[in-house]
């Protein structure tokens, strides 16, 4: 079992940054494909961007490229989402995700509890 501690989210003007980090407790961290995730209210869970086990990464929104960046840290195990430039738009709750495989099978077997992010116009 692994678990998934998400933070850094809060409330941000348009135009900020926040980091979000979340800490696995998975002994392999390194073995595992990581990603955010994020649902806004009224929508369905989105995928943000994902890190795959050997250093790949994705951003899947097409909002967030340019703006949102995916990095893990192995030895902390630690997996962060840098959002620069926010928008109104960026508001939801975030979660982090984890697997082994996950990068090819598209789906994540371990999930954070969510942080909120919350960005005023």
């Known amino acids: 079992q692994v678990q998934l501690v998400e933070s850094g989210g809060g409330l941000v003007q348009a135009g900020g940054s926040l980091r979000l980090s979340c800490e696995a407790s998975?002994?392999?961290?390194?073995?595992?494909?990581m990603a955010w995730f994020r649902q806004a209210p009224g929508k369905e869970r989105e995928s943000v961007a994902s890190s795959r086990w050997d250093g790949p990464t994705i951003t899947y929104v097409d909002s967030a490229k340019g703006r949102f960046t995916i990095s893990r840290d192995n030895a902390k195990k630690t997996v962060y989402l840098q959002m620069n430039s926010l928008k109104p738009e960026d508001t939801a709750v975030y979660y982090c995700?984890?697997?082994?495989?996950?990068?090819?099978?598209?789906?994540?077997?371990?999930w954070g509890q969510g942080t909120q992010v919350t960005v005023s116009s």
């Open positions: 995700a984890a697997g082994v495989g996950s990068w090819t099978r598209n789906k994540y077997d371990y």
């Open positions: 998975a002994r392999t961290f390194s073995s595992y494909d």
